[in-house]
């Protein structure tokens, strides 16, 4: 289905449909759901994306999702990790271990994720229009606006060279790099900001210890660095789908040779390396000298000390960057310039990337430095034969974590998805669009430096479970676009939204946004908000999380609208419990409504609500 959608895509009528309901930049998640969230509207649009291929990182080699409280984040997403375990289901069956591996559906294969978005967009028939290779720069002629009104885009159909241009009511940018608002002009951030800024953990330049607490190095100060992109490979150590890596055009050795001391002493950047000493490391040389592997503490050995995998369906895994390396395949600095640059640029870094990548995996199979049984444990792996068949095996985007953020009607920052006190929510916003949940996230934005502990900007910090509000997807600016995916918000708030599932959510939101901006020709920042909540659950999303309530629930809605509004400001909604003195005032003070104790919670809100919202 995927090579289906990419062909039809290449040979579309000169006198083809140009105007839309809806213009979707970038065939990520976000915008796929974009789409889709429209099209169950009634509404209709067209996906520009620029390679031959839709689908975004999943469909790229990010298949271990990346969710920390599943449940948190539903609607669209969650039909999208349905339809994974139903098709490892339906081919492998129900105790299969490849159903085993899927883990519920949110371990997929790169080709699997692309298949199932293919089939969730042509349920939809001609409500959505998929093109691909096509290629919208962040020019000023790229995007026609009149009065805060984008009017037009322009893109450039890389297969006959010519100019095409689409008009829409409403516009979407689900680019990783934020090009068409940038095409628009809306004013956007890069880099770090200062921790003195927003006081987020996190901010600026920072060092630490992976799992450790920050080291007295750390300026805290804000600079133009941008976290490291890199490839999530699928790789395979199945004899008969395993290809092996060949080293690759401009190899540079001297670019990984630190690796071959960090594997001979176990030197790594795990907070455990507090602990061990020059004498620790010495030992830990001859040990390995003697056949061994490492017994450094939390070192990886073998593949795992220069990719993080996760397994997948089989026998794959998603393999990204090893947070305990200095050397891994993430390649800081030399992507600052991605979110900025042409795509001249971005394509000769990309190759570049893949280049160092595949050099990385070489060295560690074949490099005479390493220890031999280190090279036979890595030798063990290859690139899986089955997967981008039309690359080279290898994966057709790169990683881009982060690119341009703008400037939005809600500004994010780590203190939303941090909770109030312990033990309690974060803020709660009552215009939420999805609830979500990832650590604050970012990788390292510069290379090994010496007597470093790590690499700087490479942090983890704890969230909880958080809400969205709708504002982050609305520009400054524009009074009709949308941007699910270059959110607003900073470096360190948008480490946690920059998650796929939670642009897939936002990009729901985005669909549904428009639509009910369409219907009621108003601009998007006027929409109204629970309007676009009443369709959202409609739509099965979830606002705001609790531990006790599935989205089946039949409590669920009202849960979800009382509990925006402060009835419910626990993890737990607890509706089958008697109204306690404390929760009869509450609610009394914001409903301005008599209420008693005694009765339970759900009878009683449900009461409170119908008067107030139904």
């Given amino acids: 289905m995927m090579f289906f959608l990419s062909l039809c895509s290449l040979w579309m009528p000169a006198q083809a449909q140009r105007s839309f309901d809806l213009v979707i930049a970038g065939g990520t998640p976000g915008g796929i759901m974009t789409a889709i969230a429209a099209a169950r509207e009634g509404k209709t649009s067209v996906i520009l994306e620029r390679t031959a291929h839709i689908g975004g990182l999943p469909a790229n080699g990010l298949g271990a999702t990346d969710i920390a409280t599943r449940g948190a984040t539903t609607g669209l997403f969650r039909e999208f990790v349905d339809r994974v375990l139903a098709y490892y289901t339906g081919k492998y069956g129900a105790d299969s271990e490849q159903v085993k591996a899927c883990s519920g559906g949110y371990h997929f294969e790169p080709s699997v994720a692309g298949r199932v978005f293919s089939e969730m967009i042509a349920e939809h028939g001609d409500k959505i229009t998929v093109l691909t290779m096509r290629q919208l720069d962040a020019m000023p002629r790229s995007a026609d606006v009149k009065n805060d009104m984008i009017v037009a885009v322009r893109v450039l159909n890389r297969q006959t060279g010519q100019t095409e241009t689409y008009t829409g009511k409403i516009f979407a940018d689900a680019t990783y790099e934020g090009d068409l608002a940038a095409a628009a002009q809306i004013p956007f951030r890069t880099g770090r900001e200062a921790r003195r800024e927003f006081k987020e953990p996190g901010a600026g330049q920072v060092y630490k210890f992976w799992g450790g607490e920050e080291q007295d190095v750390s300026s805290f100060e804000a600079d133009n660095a941008v976290q490291a992109y890199n490839y999530r490979l699928c790789l395979t150590k199945h004899p008969e ?13 001297e670019e990984y040779a630190s690796l071959a001391d960090d594997v001979w002493t176990g030197r790594h950047t795990g907070v455990q390396m507090k602990t061990v000493t020059p004498a620790m490391m010495e030992e830990n040389r001859r040990h390995i000298a003697g056949g061994n592997p490492t017994k450094i503490p939390g070192d990886p050995w073998g593949i795992s000390k220069i990719t993080n995998t996760v397994a997948l369906p089989n026998a794959k895994t998603d393999a990204n960057n090893q947070h305990l390396a200095f050397i891994s395949t993430d390649l800081p600095e030399e992507n600052w310039a991605w979110a900025t640059s042409g795509w001249d640029w971005r394509d000769r870094y990309a190759e570049r990337l893949k280049n ?46 982060e690119g341009r953020r703008f400037e939005g009607e809600y500004f994010f920052t780590a203190n939303d998805a941090l909770p109030v006190a312990p033990g309690k929510r ?15 996230d970012s990788h390292a934005v510069r290379k090994r430096e010496p007597g470093r502990v790590h690499l700087d900007g490479f942090l983890s910090y704890p969230t909880a479970v958080y ?19 270059p959110v607003s918000g900073s470096h360190i708030g948008f480490s946690t939204l920059r998650m796929e599932p939670c642009w897939m959510a936002m990009g729901q939101a985005a669909g549904i946004a428009a639509s ?4 009621h020709r108003c601009k998007i920042r006027n929409v109204d908000v629970a309007q676009l909540q009443d369709r959202l659950l409609r739509q099965n999303a979830t606002l705001m999380y609790f531990r006790d309530l599935a989205p089946d629930s039949p409590h669920f809605t009202m849960a979800q609208y009382m509990g925006l509004r402060g009835y419910l400001p626990d993890w737990n909604a607890r509706l089958d419990e008697p109204v306690d003195a404390a929760t009869a005032a509450l609610w009394q003070h914001l409903s301005g409504m008599k209420t008693e104790t005694g009765a339970s919670r759900g009878e009683t809100l449900t009461k409170i609500y119908a008067a107030l919202y139904e």
């Fill in 356 to 401: 160092y990548t595949l050099g990385l995996i070489w060295f560690a199979q074949n490099d005479k430095a390493l220890p031999e049984h280190f090279r036979k444990a890595c030798g063990e792996w290859g690139l899986a034969k089955d997967e981008y068949v039309d690359n080279g095996n290898f994966p057709r985007q790169v990683y881009v974590r």
């Fill in 516 to 519: 009910v901006a369409i219907d």
């Fill in 426 to 440: 974060p803020p709660v916003h009552a215009g939420s669009i999805t609830a979500s949940h990832y650590a604050l």
């Fill in 241 to 253: 789908n395993r290809l092996p890596v060949a080293r690759p055009d401009g190899y540079s050795r």
């Fill in 467 to 485: 809400t969205v509000p709708f504002g982050v997807i609305v520009p400054k600016g524009a009074d009709n676009l949308l941007i699910p995916v």
